[in-house]
């Protein structure tokens, strides 16, 4: 599966600006947290944009669309003097993608009301991007750059770093995502313990001798002989 970052405006379009923040440096560095946590996922992403560049709203759409992205999510910061976090799909979008904002949505509207921002609603409206990429698509605006109270949050990187791991979250809830299998070699060896495979501790990274591979491999052969059963 891949999934579309869209991280709203950048280059020559600040996009919104208030109170010493750029909606384009925020939504960078949201999608950057974002990315960082869907790595734990097994799931392939694409940013329509990594630094400071201008993309128009059609290449957004076109990046998506040429990948066959299987979802869609453009990062955006609010402005025109409201507070609080809202969420758009477009206006004829179909159940599956109003199931998916759904989940975004609540997820979202439960950590920003964490720090007492209102849920301001589902929405819809016809945006270039929502309307054309072909796959599920949803816009978030994630608070108000130009209210003290909502921009002293977003200056806030602990907040951010909140935001993108609830959004990674719902993401992950709402496709099913899969955990990346983390390799732990001391837990495996502990593991190994445990099953009386191996009887001491060992440094995960030593060496392992004839005589210990042997014994750990004849261990394992008399518990498949004897059906499973430890011997006595
Ligand atoms: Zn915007």
């Known amino acids: 599966m891949l999934i579309a970052i ?14 010493g923040l750029k909606e384009k440096d925020l939504t960078l560095k949201i999608s950057e947290l974002l990315i960082g946590k869907l790595n734990g996922y097994q799931v392939e992403i694409i940013a ?3 630094g400071d560049e201008t993309v128009s709203l059609n290449e957004r759409a076109r990046i998506a669309n040429r990948h066959q992205a299987a979802f ?4 955006h910061i609010n402005a025109g003097g409201g507070t ?18 759904s989940v975004i949505h609540e997820e979202l509207a439960r950590y920003c009301g964490a720090f007492g921002f209102p849920d301001r609603g589902k929405k819809r409206a016809n945006f270039s991007v929502l309307r054309e990429t072909r796959m599920p698509a949803v816009l978030l605006e994630n608070l108000f750059i130009d209210n003290p109270r909502d921009a002293a949050h977003l200056a806030d990187p602990r907040f951010l770093d909140g935001l993108a791991g609830a959004l990674a979250a ?5 496709l099913a995502l899969v955990p990346e299998q983390q390799w ?3 837990g495996e ?13 060992h440094d995960p990274a030593a060496p392992v001798s004839w005589g210990e591979f042997a014994a750990v491999m004849n261990r394992l052969l008399d518990r498949i002989e004897t059906g499973g059963q430890k011997r006595a």
């Open 189 to 201: 060896v502990a593991r190994l313990k445990e099953r009386g495979l191996i009887v001491d501790d």
């Open 72 to 75: 869609f999510c453009s990062l």
């Open 48 to 50: 329509t944009r990594s």
């Open 184 to 186: 732990d070699p001391a």
């Open 170 to 174: 719902a993401m992950a809830r709402a």
């Open 84 to 101: 609080g976090f809202e969420s758009y799909v477009h206006v004829s979008a179909p159940d599956e993608t109003e199931a998916l904002r």
């Open 6 to 19: 869209d991280p709203g405006h950048g280059g020559e379009d600040p996009g919104a600006i208030g109170l």
